[in-house]
């Protein structure tokens, strides 16, 4: 019996190429003197860029797997990869000068995002707990890390290690609940596991215990309420880079994990964990939205605004059908988009030894650089879930399949509390328009970083009116694997 | 009760007391060494399921190695206790409520089930570790890889966190003291010869 085949390793070649070239890197940047460091970031783009190459190349819509089932590449895998790439690409781009000027844009930096996103990527193909397990380490290991990389910094340090205390405890959490499935199916494989609960168990109790583990370790990972206390802590401390990084591509690689663990393994349970998703979905949208409210530092507010997008994609789970699922998938999408481009524009408005990290910082922007006021506009209206954006089309996808599947109550909590959210987001855009402004300088920003900025607010508005196309690759790929 | 039963039982017992222990010790270095009986007593169970390589593996690296090192940064460090305990008798109350309805609740679910794996016994000559290695070589070669990855990573993040070029620091360059020639120590000057007696006697 021969170790490895070509049949085993051509699915996985994106991960390969990850993982050579994040070492090749690693070798090559120690020789590398600091004023020439945009070899490593050019190195790390162009890594990016054949990634982009070898998933598209590879990507056939149809569902094959490596490894003995370990590792599985079907079209959600595909999408959710493309779209990891494109948004930790836009994160070097927003966050290049921001590094730069901190002492911050250094080779680690650059092999930690590569060994960070082959993490991600083995979650999204994970086929069993082991390597989900694993490339959820992998991951959490290196964000640990980034935030903490600026060690000079007090706050930084103290939320690397409250991420780290936490995200330690999940997995724990995680690895007790796999520990208790795998005692009563006898499989640690996805398929295997939902083959054995097809035919039904004698012991549906002891399931149950090991997925309501399960669930509170994948609620600490995707910060969602009564797990959600490390959110705003980390997102204020951390470098805003890093922040930008922490609240995009974890939550794709977060919902793919999601689907393969829930829809996929555990899909005969699907009765069990849609009431445990209704708990933690509903706090976390009220939660999320209210106490948003009461911040006076954006990063925090948009930490209590990422608790409650996650509530909305955890709503799109609750109907445990294929269409909820599309919607969620669709809502993550947008929501990486949304984020990147907040975050960016705090990057955007930063500048050597001054963070503007506080909403008065944006008092009167339409003054000093109209295009950017307008751009941070549509981001707080598709977040608000305002039409004609993405959000709102993101939010009526979810709301409604969770309408399909009977839940009433929920959804009219769920508009409620999202009216409630509307306030803080706009709040922001008053600012921006109706304030004059404490420093009437216009933000300068580098040609890519405003062209990114750019396309990146005008796809919020273009999904916006057009969310077809997109909705569609989401429903195609979901139905296509699960 | 068989010998066997018997033998589990009081591993089990010293195995949940010892890790008391860890969390109850006032001195680090007692729950240090509380932990490492733990990790023991863990290791006689696994002996007892016949899992001898784990068994050797728990012994050897975590009491050999980690418990080691974990000793030496304990003795290292300078703990504060008496501010790391501060507030402890304000939060026990709530601790030890969350903490008695969980252990009811998980005892409930979990007691008297098993999960049948028992009475499968090998025969004589099989070998643990091959089993093991064969396995881990050939199917569960792909998590074998990534766990070699994140080994990877831990060294990345270790050095980046705590690696950092002082520019003050004093340091010898082994290059330059080798490569050194005659010239760049001694200096050669030449002076006039001038008679030492006649100096004194003019300055008088």
């Known amino acids: 019996m021969s170790l490895v085949s070509w049949h085993d390793l051509a699915p996985m070649l994106p991960e390969i190429f990850v993982l050579c070239m994040g070492s090749l890197i690693l070798l090559v940047d120690a020789f590398i003197a600091d004023r020439h460091r945009f070899v490593t970031y050019a190195a790390t783009q162009l890594t990016l860029l054949g990634a982009v190459l070898l998933t598209a190349q590879g990507a056939h819509g149809e569902t094959v797997t490596g490894f003995h089932g370990l590792f599985i590449e079907d079209p959600v895998a595909d999408v959710l990869k493309l779209m990891l790439y494109v948004s930790i690409s836009a994160m070097l781009v927003y966050s290049k000068s921001y590094l730069q000027v901190r002492g911050l844009f250094r080779g680690e930096f650059f092999v930690l995002v590569l060994f960070a996103a082959l993490g991600m990527m083995i979650m999204i193909s994970a086929g069993n707990f082991l390597a989900l397990y694993l490339g959820l380490e992998l991951q959490a290991l290196c964000l640990y890390a980034l935030v903490a990389l600026s060690r000079d910094s007090a706050v930084a340090t103290e939320a690397a290690l409250k991420y780290f205390v936490l995200g330690a405890l999940a997995s724990g959490l995680l690895l007790y609940g796999m520990s208790m499935v795998y005692g009563v199916t006898g499989h640690l494989d996805l398929s295997g596991i939902a083959g054995v609960l097809a035919h039904g168990v004698k012991d549906h109790t002891v399931l149950v215990f090991g997925l309501v583990f399960l669930v509170a370790g994948l609620a600490f990972k995707l910060g969602v309420v009564p797990f959600h206390m490390w959110v705003p802590d980390v997102y204020q401390g951390a470098p805003t880079a890093m922040t930008l990084f922490i609240g995009t591509a974890p939550k794709i690689a977060a919902f793919g994990f999601v689907i393969r663990l829930l829809a996929g393994g555990l899909q005969p349970l699907a009765h069990d964990w849609s009431g445990m998703l209704v708990i933690l979905s509903v706090l976390s949208i009220a939660i999320g939205n209210i106490t948003a409210i009461a911040q006076s530092n954006i990063k925090r507010m948009l930490a209590y605004s990422t608790i409650s997008h996650m509530g909305f994609v955890l709503l799109g789970f609750l109907s445990g059908n294929l269409q909820g699922y599309g919607a969620a998938m669709f809502y993550v999408l947008v929501y990486v988009l949304m984020s990147l481009g907040a975050f960016g524009m705090v990057m955007l408005l930063s500048r050597q030894g001054f963070e503007a990290e506080h909403l008065d910082d944006f008092k009167g922007l339409n003054q000093r650089s109209p295009w950017y006021a307008f751009l941070m506009l549509i981001l707080m209206f598709s977040m608000a879930g305002i039409p004609p954006t993405a959000g709102f089309y993101a939010k009526l996808a979810v709301l409604s399949s969770a309408l399909d599947a009977g839940y009433v109550g929920l959804v009219v909590a769920a508009v409620l509390f999202s009216v409630v959210g509307a306030f803080y987001y706009l709040r922001i855009v008053k600012l921006m328009y109706f304030d004059a402004p404490s420093d009437p300088s216009a933000c300068r920003a580098h040609a890519d970083v405003g062209v990114l900025m750019s396309a990146n607010g005008l796809a919020v508005l273009a999904l916006g009116i057009l969310p077809q196309p997109l909705m569609a690759l989401c429903t195609y790929s979901i139905w296509h694997s699960l | ?204």
């Open chain 2, 1 to 204: 009760m068989d010998f066997e039963t018997f033998v589990f039982y009081s591993f089990g017992a010293i195995l949940v007391a010892s890790g008391l222990r860890v969390v109850t010790a006032r001195n680090p270095v007692h729950a240090a060494l509380a932990l490492v009986l733990a990790f023991f007593t863990a290791a006689g169970l696994w002996i007892l399921l016949e899992a001898e390589f784990l068994a050797i593996t728990l012994v050897l690296v975590y009491v050999g190695a980690v418990m080691v090192l974990f000793l030496f940064v304990v003795m290292m460090l300078d703990l504060n206790l008496t501010k790391l305990r501060e507030g402890f008798w304000s939060y026990l109350p709530v601790a030890v409520t969350v903490a008695a309805l969980m252990g009811f609740e998980m005892t409930t679910v979990l007691y008297g089930r098993s999960f049948g794996s028992q009475g499968a016994t090998e025969p004589a000559g099989y070998s643990n570790t091959k089993a093991l290695g064969s396995l881990l070589y050939t199917q569960y070669l792909y998590p074998f890889e990534v766990a070699a990855v994140i080994l990877l990573v831990a060294i990345v993040a270790a050095i980046a966190l705590t690696m950092r070029h002082r520019k003050d620091t004093k340091y010898q360059n082994p290059a330059a003291q080798v490569s050194v020639k005659r010239q760049d120590r001694v200096r050669m000057v030449k002076m006039k010869a001038t008679p030492r007696a006649e100096t004194l006697e003019s300055q008088e």
